[in-house]
């Protein structure tokens, strides 16, 4: 359905990362705000993606660049393999697939995130800027482990219950 989120949690867009999105509430966990930050990919909100950058290594990155490399993704489903949370830090380790010049491919991560005082960027997209910490993305690192791309009978990558050839693989 359209209506899901494109982060397959399987509820809808409206009552999973939209709020997120909006500034409404804020992720309580890396893995929320994982999943928020892969549905802003899709929404292509590059702004949100910025502004949940951390700070520390946010010059690393522009709205610009982000928004190029993004026109030229197809995202077609995340998938969460493991998370960590320890106090102030925490890790998602993700699979993220779409669809590069009509070719499947992926892209697997572990993401590190932190949660610090919110700066200015982040707080200009917040409707509530009294909530002083919050989660950011701090940076990745790509593990070696292989990701097997899908069979032709394999359930597909988005979420759509269909077979892969049936799907996204068309
Ligand atoms: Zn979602
Ligand atoms: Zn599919």
Avoid at 8 to 30: D, E, N, R
Avoid at 87 to 99: I, L, R, S, T
Wanted: net charge neutral.
């Amino acid at each position: 359905m359209d209506n899901d989120c494109p982060c397959l949690s399987g509820i809808s867009y409206q009552t999973c990362c939209a709020p997120l999105h909006l500034g409404t509430i804020k992720a309580t966990s890396p893995k929320q705000l994982m999943c928020s930050r892969y549905s802003a990919f899709v929404k292509n909100d590059v702004e949100y993606i910025f502004a949940t950058h951390s700070p520390e290594t946010r010059h690393e990155i522009s709205i610009e660049s982000i928004h190029q490399w993004n026109q030229k993704c197809q995202w077609l489903g995340l998938e969460i393999r493991t998370t960590n949370l320890e106090k102030d830090y925490g890790y998602v380790e993700f699979v993220a697939w779409y669809k590069q010049d009509n070719q499947l491919t992926f892209h697997h991560e572990i993401s590190r995130f932190e949660q610090k005082n919110i700066d200015s960027v982040l707080s200009a997209r917040l409707n509530s800027p009294h909530q002083d910490r919050a989660w950011y993305f701090l940076d990745a690192s790509y593990p070696e482990n292989v990701v097997k791309l899908p069979q032709r009978n394999d359930c597909c990558i988005c979420g759509s219950q269909k077979k892969f050839k049936k799907c996204c693989g068309q």
